[in-house]
C-alpha cells in the first residue's frame, strides 16, 4: 500500500486552515493560553523554592495551577483545531478521488459538531452542579475550574461552524448531516433493543462507530468522543454528563501538569541550539569509526530524549545535524529514515517520557520506578539497534574521514556540557525520589533558559512567546485525547468488559505467557492506530488489573506494552510516527518503507528479550 508524506495524523485539520493558524480573532485567545503556560511554570517554580528553599509549602500554588491548567487545555483544544494540530488519521482518506474526500472530510466535520453539540448543554449543567462545591485551598466555587469546559467547546463550536460556512460546497455538508441525522434517528428508533442487548452493542458504538470516524480522518479525542456519546446516549440509561465529568477527571490530574512543561523544555532546546550542541559531541566522538555516524544518530536520539520527551522534538532536532555527513559517507536515505524511526522509537522510555508520565497517572504506577526502568529498557533496545547498524555500515564509505583532535573534541564537550547537564538532572533526581516529575519540569525549564540566553545565543520574546503557544495549543491536543479516552475507558469498565478479560484469561491455558504475548499484539496494533496516549488512556485501567491478577509486575507490564506499541508507531504502513519520520527527513514514506522492517525486527528481538526476562525492568529499581 503507497502513502504519502502529507498521510500524517497531524497532517490536516477541519477545514484545512493554515498551519500558523486561520482566524485572526483567535489571537487573545492564544494569548491568555501562553499567559497561562507562563504563569504556571512561574507558579510550580515559586512552589519548588518556597518547599525546598524556604521549607515553607504554599498549599494554595497546586490549586491555582490545576485551574488555570485545564482552563489552558480547553483554550489549546480550540487552537489546535485552529492550528492544524489535532491528531488524526488521514492515510485511508487520502486514498480516495477529490469527489469522495471532499465528503469524508464533511462527514468528519459534522461528527466533530455532533459531539460538541451534544456535550455543550451537560457542560453548562455540570459547570452550574460544582458551584456547591468549594476548593479547599482558595475556597472558591469549582465552578471557576470546571467552566473551562463548556468555554472551549463553544469556542471549537464556533471554529467548525466558521470552517463549515466557508465550506467549497455545502451541498456535501448538507448530505453528511443529513446521513448523520439518519444514523442518529434509527439508534433512537431501536435504543430500547440497544439497553437490553448486552455488551454485544460495544462493538456496534466502541468498535465500528470509532473505527469508522477514525478512517474518515476525524480527529482522535473526537472518535472516542463520537462513540462513548452514541453508546451512553442509546444503549444505556446513564446521563451524558457522565462524560463531562470522566473529561475533567482525565484532564485534571496534577501529575499531568509536568506534561506541557517538558514540552516547553524540548521548544527551549530546539531553539537555544542545546540539542545540536550535544549531536556535535557524540559525533566529534565517535563520528570518525565505521557506523559511527549511526551511532551518533541513536546516542543523539537517547540524550535528547531524556531532555524534551517528545518523539517529534527529538528526530527533529537529531536529523538535519547528521543526515548531510551520513550522505556523504554513503547512507542510503531510506536506511537513514528507517534508523531515525526506530531510534526515536527506542529512545522514547528514557526519562523524561512524557507516555510514562501518562502511564503512571492513569495506571496509579510509580513514575519514579517508570523512569528507573526506562532508561534500563531503552538501552536493550539501543543495543539491538546498534549491532544492526554496524552489520549494515559494513561496507560503508569511510575515505576522507579523520579522527577529530583531542582540541576539537574538548571544544565540543565544553560546549555541550551545560546542556548535557539537563538529562542526569532529570532522571536522577526523580528516579532517586528527590523531587516529582513535575518539580523537576520546572527546574529543568529554569536551567535551560538560564543556560540558553547566557550560553547559546538566547531566545527573543517574540520566539519565547511563540514557544508559549505552542506548547498551550500542542497541550489542548494531548489532553482532550486524555478527557475522551478517559470517558470511553470509563464506559468500557462499567460494562463489565473486565470482569470478562479477566475470566477469559483465567480459563485460557498458558497464563500470563499466553496473557503477555495477547497484550503485545493488542499494543502493536494500538501503537500503529491510534498512537501512545489515547492507548495507554483506553488499555491501562484494563489491562494493568488483569496483569497484577496474572501476578505479572506492574512495571515489567509497563515497559513491555509501551515498547510494543511504540513498535507499532513506527510501523508502515499506518503508523503515524513512520511518516513523521519521513517528513522530518524529506524523504518518500514509499522509498524507506522497504527499509524500516529490519530495523524493527531488531527492536522485536528487544522486545521478545524484555517480555521474557523481567530482571531488565525490574533489576535496577
Known amino acids: 500500500m503507497s502513502a504519502t508524506a502529507e498521510e500524517l495524523a497531524m497532517s490536516e485539520s477541519l477545514g484545512n486552515p493554515s498551519p500558523g493558524g486561520r482566524w485572526k480573532w483567535l489571537e487573545p485567545i492564544n494569548a491568555v493560553a501562553a499567559a497561562l503556560m507562563l504563569g504556571i511554570v512561574l507558579l510550580l517554580l515559586a512552589g519548588v523554592a518556597s518547599r525546598y528553599l524556604f521549607n515553607f509549602p504554599v498549599v494554595w500554588i497546586d490549586e491555582v495551577c490545576s485551574i488555570s491548567f485545564i482552563w489552558m487545555a480547553m483554550l489549546g483544544s480550540a487552537m489546535a483545531l485552529d492550528r492544524n494540530e489535532h491528531l488524526r488519521l488521514t492515510l485511508f482518506v487520502n486514498l480516495f478521488s477529490e469527489r469522495p474526500r471532499i465528503f469524508i472530510d464533511a462527514f468528519g466535520l459534522v461528527v466533530v459538531a455532533t459531539v460538541l453539540v451534544a456535550l455543550l448543554p451537560h457542560a453548562v449543567e455540570y459547570t452550574m452542579d460544582e458551584w456547591f462545591i468549594t476548593t479547599p485551598a482558595l475556597g472558591i466555587p469549582n465552578s471557576f475550574r470546571v467552566a473551562a469546559l463548556p468555554f472551549g467547546i463553544v469556542l471549537m463550536l464556533v471554529l467548525v461552524i466558521r470552517y463549515a460556512l466557508r465550506s467549497p460546497d455545502l451541498r456535501y455538508l448538507l448530505v453528511a448531516a443529513v446521513v448523520v441525522g439518519a444514523i442518529a434517528g434509527l439508534l433512537w428508533h431501536f435504543s430500547p433493543q440497544l439497553v437490553r442487548a448486552g455488551n454485544s452493542k460495544l462493538l456496534l458504538f466502541l468498535v465500528l462507530f470509532v473505527s469508522v470516524s477514525l478512517a474518515c480522518g476525524v480527529p482522535i479525542a473526537f472518535c472516542f468522543a463520537i462513540g462513548t456519546i452514541s453508546y451512553l446516549a442509546f444503549g444505556t440509561n446513564a446521563p451524558l454528563s457522565v462524560v463531562i465529568g470522566r473529561m475533567d477527571e482525565g484532564m485534571s490530574s496534577i501529575i499531568l501538569l509536568s506534561v506541557p512543561v517538558f514540552l516547553l523544555l524540548g521548544c527551549i532546546l530546539d531553539a537555544t541550539g542545546m540539542g545540536k550542541a550535544i549531536v556535535d559531541f557524540l559525533a566529534s566522538w565517535l563520528g570518525h569509526i565505521r557506523a559511527g555516524m549511526s551511532y551518533v544518530l541513536l546516542g543523539s536520539l537517547f540524550v535528547v530524549s531524556g531532555i524534551s520527551g517528545s518523539?517529534?522534538?527529538?528526530?527533529?532536532?537529531?536529523?538535519?545535524?547528521?543526515?548531510?555527513?551520513?550522505?556523504?559517507?554513503?547512507?542510503?536515505?531510506?536506511?537513514?529514515?528507517?534508523?531515525?524511526?526506530?531510534?526515536?522509537?527506542?529512545?522514547?522510555?528514557?526519562?523524561?517520557?512524557?507516555?510514562?508520565?501518562?502511564?503512571?497517572?492513569?495506571?496509579?504506577?510509580?513514575?519514579?520506578?517508570?523512569?528507573?526502568?526506562?532508561?534500563?529498557?531503552?538501552?536493550?533496545?539501543?543495543?539491538?539497534?546498534?549491532?544492526?547498524?554496524?552489520?549494515?555500515?559494513?561496507?560503508?564509505?569511510?575515505?576522507?574521514?579523520?579522527?577529530?583532535?583531542?582540541?576539537?573534541?574538548?571544544?565540543?564537550?565544553?560546549?555541550?556540557?551545560?546542556?548535557?547537564?539537563?538529562?542526569?538532572?532529570?532522571?536522577?533526581?526523580?528516579?532517586?525520589?528527590?523531587?516529582?516529575?513535575?518539580?523537576?519540569?520546572?527546574?529543568?525549564?529554569?536551567?535551560?533558559?538560564?543556560?540558553?540566553?547566557?550560553?547559546?545565543?538566547?531566545?527573543?520574546?517574540?520566539?519565547?512567546?511563540?514557544?508559549?503557544?505552542?506548547?498551550?495549543?500542542?497541550?489542548?491536543?494531548?489532553?482532550?485525547?486524555?478527557?475522551?479516552?478517559?470517558?470511553?475507558?470509563?464506559?468500557?469498565?462499567?460494562?463489565?468488559?473486565?470482569?470478562?478479560?479477566?475470566?477469559?484469561?483465567?480459563?485460557?491455558?498458558?497464563?500470563?505467557i499466553v496473557f503477555m504475548i495477547l497484550s503485545i499484539m493488542v499494543f502493536l496494533i494500538l501503537g500503529c492506530v491510534l498512537e501512545g496516549l489515547p492507548a495507554i488512556v483506553l488499555m491501562a485501567p484494563l489491562m494493568f488489573p488483569i496483569a497484577k491478577n496474572l501476578g505479572v509486575n506492574d512495571i515489567h507490564y509497563a515497559m513491555t506494552i509501551v515498547t510494543a506499541m511504540n513498535i507499532g508507531l513506527m510501523t508502515p504502513p499506518i503508523g503515524i510516527g513512520f511518516y513523521l519520520a519521513c517528513r522530518i527527513g524529506n524523504v518518500s514514506p514509499d522509498e524507506a518503507i522497504g527499509a524500516i522492517w529490519s530495523y524493527l525486527l531488531a527492536l522485536m528481538a528487544g522486545l521478545a528479550v524484555i517480555a521474557a526476562v523481567p530482571w531488565f525492568s525490574v533489576a535496577f529499581l
Do not use: C
Open 311 to 512: 518523539k517529534v522534538s527529538d528526530m527533529a532536532t537529531v536529523a538535519p545535524a547528521l543526515f548531510p555527513e551520513m550522505k556523504r559517507r554513503g547512507n542510503k536515505p531510506r536506511e537513514m529514515i528507517a534508523l531515525l524511526a526506530t531510534g526515536a522509537a527506542m529512545a522514547d522510555t528514557v526519562p523524561p517520557s512524557i507516555v510514562l508520565i501518562v502511564l503512571g497517572s492513569v495506571a496509579g504506577v510509580s513514575i519514579a520506578a517508570l523512569f528507573t526502568s526506562g532508561f534500563a529498557i531503552a538501552m536493550v533496545l539501543l543495543l539491538g539497534l546498534a549491532i544492526l547498524a554496524r552489520w549494515k555500515a559494513r561496507h560503508e564509505d569511510m575515505s576522507g574521514v579523520r579522527r577529530p583532535s583531542l582540541r576539537v573534541i574538548g571544544r565540543t564537550a565544553l560546549i555541550a556540557a551545560p546542556a548535557l547537564v539537563l538529562p542526569f538532572l532529570i532522571r536522577s533526581t526523580v528516579s532517586g525520589g528527590v523531587a516529582t516529575a513535575t518539580e523537576v519540569s520546572t527546574i529543568a525549564v529554569l536551567y535551560a533558559a538560564f543556560v540558553g540566553v547566557v550560553l547559546y545565543g538566547g531566545i527573543s520574546l517574540r520566539k519565547s512567546y511563540a514557544m508559549l503557544v505552542e506548547t498551550a495549543a500542542l497541550t489542548g491536543s494531548i489532553l482532550l485525547i486524555l478527557g475522551t479516552a478517559s470517558a470511553m475507558a470509563w464506559a468500557i469498565t462499567q460494562a463489565g468488559i473486565a470482569r470478562d478479560v479477566t475470566q477469559f484469561m483465567a480459563a485460557m491455558p498458558g497464563g500470563t
